[in-house]
C-alpha cells in the first residue's frame, strides 16, 4: 500500500487480502499469509494500515433474522422531491432506524431510493405517513414490500 | 363541557394533517389540514385512496382524534358499514361531511 497525499494506493497483495477477508472476516493473520503464501507479520502490517486508513472500515456478523425468529418486512421506496428540497429530505432520512440505505437517482426526474425496515406492514405505513409524507418536499412515494429475495450480497464484490 | 365547532374547523399542524395513500406506503402527495381541506380532497384524490382509508377506519380516527369530531367520526363509520364503494362513496362522503361542516359554520354565525 502506498499512499499519495490524500489518496491511498493498494497493491496487488492488498486487493487479495481484502477478497478473503470480505468472503471470510474470521480468516486468522496465519491463514490468510498461508494462502497468498507470504507472512503472518506481513498481513498483519497490511490489515493494521488498511484499518487506519479506513478501507477497512468495520467486521460485522451476517446475521439470518429469519433463522433468528425475526418477523420483519423490507420495503423499497421511491421519493419523488422538490428538487430544492432533496438533499434536505434525504438528510432527514438518514436519521431514521428504519431505513437501511439510501440513495438518489435520476431517469425522467430526481428521486430519492431508499431500503426500509419495519415489523409489520401498519407499522411500516404508519413510519410512512406519520414520518416521511409530512416532510416538506415529497411530492408523492411509490413502495414496494420486498416478497422474495433471489440473491443478497452483504459487500460489494472488488472486481 | 361543549367543543366549539372552531375546534373541529381549526388548520392543524402538518405534522397532523391527513396525507392520503393508494395503499401501504403509496403517497398519494395530496393532503389535509383542516376539514374544510379534507372537502376538497375528496373530490380530487384517487378513488383507490377514499377505498383504502375508509375502510382501514383511518378517516374516523384522523376525525375523531385529531380534529375532535365525534359526531363527523360516527356519521363515517356508518357511511363505512354500509360497504360502498366507487364513485358512490366519493359522492356519499362528500355529502356527509359538507353537511358535517355546514352545521359547524352555522353554528359560528352570531345568532340574531
Not at chain 1, 497525499?5 to 474470521?26: F, M, S
Not at chain 1, 429469519?66 to 418477523?71: H, T, V
Amino acid at each position: 500500500m502506498k499512499i499519495k497525499g490524500q489518496r491511498v494506493a493498494l497493491d496487488d497483495l492488498d486487493w487479495q487480502i481484502l477478497r478473503l477477508l470480505q468472503e471470510n472476516a474470521k480468516l486468522t493473520y496465519t491463514e490468510i499469509g498461508n494462502k497468498l503464501d507470504m507472512a503472518h507479520s506481513t498481513v498483519y502490517d497490511r490489515i493494521q494500515r488498511m484499518e487506519e486508513h479506513g478501507i477497512i472500515k468495520k467486521y460485522r456478523a451476517v446475521v439470518d433474522l429469519e433463522k433468528a425468529g425475526l418477523q420483519q418486512i423490507m420495503a423499497l421506496m421511491t421519493i419523488y422531491t422538490e428538487p430544492k428540497e432533496s438533499e434536505h429530505i434525504a438528510n432527514k432520512l438518514a436519521k431514521f432506524s428504519e431505513v437501511l440505505e439510501l440513495s438518489s437517482s435520476f431517469s425522467e426526474e430526481l428521486v430519492i431510493n431508499a431500503k426500509v425496515v419495519s415489523q409489520d406492514q401498519p407499522k411500516l405505513h404508519a413510519f410512512i405517513a406519520h414520518s416521511i409524507a409530512p416532510l416538506p418536499g415529497v411530492l408523492r412515494i411509490r413502495t414496494s414490500i420486498i416478497t422474495k429475495k433471489y440473491k443478497e450480497e452483504t459487500s460489494q464484490p472488488l472486481l | 363541557m361543549t367543543v366549539s365547532p372552531s375546534r373541529f374547523l381549526r388548520n392543524v399542524l402538518r405534522e397532523e394533517a391527513f396525507y392520503f395513500f393508494t395503499s401501504i406506503g403509496n403517497y398519494t402527495g395530496q393532503s389535509a389540514s383542516s376539514l374544510d381541506e379534507f372537502l376538497l380532497k375528496i373530490k380530487e384524490v384517487n378513488i383507490k385512496s377514499l377505498e383504502f382509508h375508509l375502510y382501514r377506519e383511518d378517516f374516523e380516527k384522523w376525525i375523531a382524534q385529531t380534529l375532535g369530531d365525534a359526531k363527523l367520526a360516527e356519521d363515517i363509520k356508518g357511511l363505512r358499514n354500509l360497504k360502498v364503494v366507487g364513485n358512490a362513496l366519493r359522492d356519499r362522503l362528500y355529502f356527509v361531511v359538507s353537511r358535517r361542516l355546514k352545521d359547524l359554520k352555522s353554528m359560528l354565525q352570531p345568532s340574531k
